[in-house]
């Protein structure tokens, strides 16, 4: 096979025969549906009611990693974003700026994987691009994706529902994905078993919801993990959020690696994970309807909202003293998603 064909030129992203063979060769055969199918300058879509809509880019490095790549980490971002704000995701947009010399083959397994993972989301990819920059001026592939999802009726997904004595629902081990991909990179023994919990969480959100329509708020704790979700939170609603630190299911691997290298595991990144914050009368059933769904079977009521002091989250430790959890400054592993 001469470089044509085994390597991604500049010509492949100027629109012309290049460019057409390989949606022809590598995009289609994957992705093809009757809406995609077109090739239109745009995608028209059916949906009624409300919707949500989203956007995200994906920089992650290494492309493929324990548990699953820059494929499948574009979809589950872009369809847990709309999930946690109380939509069913239906639609994405995949767009993709390749640097020169890329492979065919990564690019091909990098495409089959965003099928799998949009076909477990029961998703549909309606539309895209793909540019090509000169060598040494990207870094092998960027994703972006943007996503379209029904609001389910009956619910009001906002921090500014929260209010003292709800109860907060993580779903599950947190830390895995940043800990992952640490290992990968610096070539740290962490285990065959552990693996990035990348995943669509719209089943376990869906699930949640038809159970407990009035949970107050969900968010799925990517960059900045725990921490920056809780934080957030607490500033928009104007509430004190304490959370009880042996309450928190942090897998020993990923503590090694928090005792290793100074990290806090509250503020690792996810990429499968969610906190709800519901009332306290109904967390015992959210609970038990999560821990029934294999995403969330891990999931602990780990904290309670407070009224006061505003805007701040607290951590009781293991000593029973209670210290200051802060917004992260900066992402302590950068290029995790």
Excluded: W
């Excluded at 994906?58 to 946690?84: E, Q, R, W």
């Excluded at 500014?160 to 629902?169: A, E, H, L, S, Y």
């Amino acid at each position: 096979m001469d470089e044509q064909n085994e390597k991604i030129l500049l010509a492949h992203g100027a629109g012309g025969k290049l460019g057409h063979d390989l949606l022809d060769t590598v995009i289609l055969p994957e992705l093809a549906n009757p809406i995609l199918n077109e090739l239109h300058d745009g995608a028209k879509l059916k949906v009624s009611g409300n919707i949500a809509f989203t956007t995200d880019s994906y920089v992650v490095k290494p492309l493929f990693f324990a548990g699953g790549d820059i494929g499948k980490l574009s979809v589950c971002g872009t369809v847990n974003d709309l999930s946690v704000t109380g939509a069913v995701p239906r639609f994405l947009s995949a767009a993709v700026i390749i640097e020169e010399g890329f492979p065919v083959a990564d690019l091909k397994r990098i495409v089959r994987s965003v099928k799998e993972t949009a076909r477990a989301a029961n998703v549909a990819i309606v539309t895209g691009d793909t540019k090509v920059v000169e060598r040494g001026k990207g870094d092998a592939i960027y994703i972006n994706t943007a996503g379209i999802g029904e609001i389910i009726p009956g619910t009001d997904i906002s921090p500014t529902n929260v209010t003292g004595g709800m109860k907060i629902i993580l779903s599950g081990y947190i830390g895995d994905h940043a800990a992952c991909l640490l290992g990968e990179r610096h070539g740290l023994n962490l285990g065959a078993a552990l693996k990035s919990d990348c995943a669509p969480l719209n089943t376990l959100t869906a699930e949640m919801l038809s159970a407990v329509p009035d949970i107050a708020v969900m968010r799925d704790a990517t960059r900045g993990g725990v921490a920056a979700v809780l934080n957030e939170i607490a500033v928009a609603a104007k509430v004190g959020i304490l959370i009880d630190e042996e309450a928190i299911p942090v897998r020993e691997e990923v503590r090694g690696v928090c005792d290793l290298l100074g990290f806090d595991v509250l503020q690792l990144a996810n990429e499968g994970k969610l906190i709800a914050i519901v009332p306290a009368a109904k967390a015992e059933t959210l609970l038990s309807v999560m821990r029934r769904n294999p995403l969330g079977q891990n999931a602990a009521i780990i904290g309670e909202v407070r009224d006061s002091p505003q805007g701040t989250v607290g951590l009781r430790t293991a000593l029973k003293s209670i210290r200051v959890v802060d917004m992260p400054a900066a992402d302590i592993v950068p290029r995790i998603c």
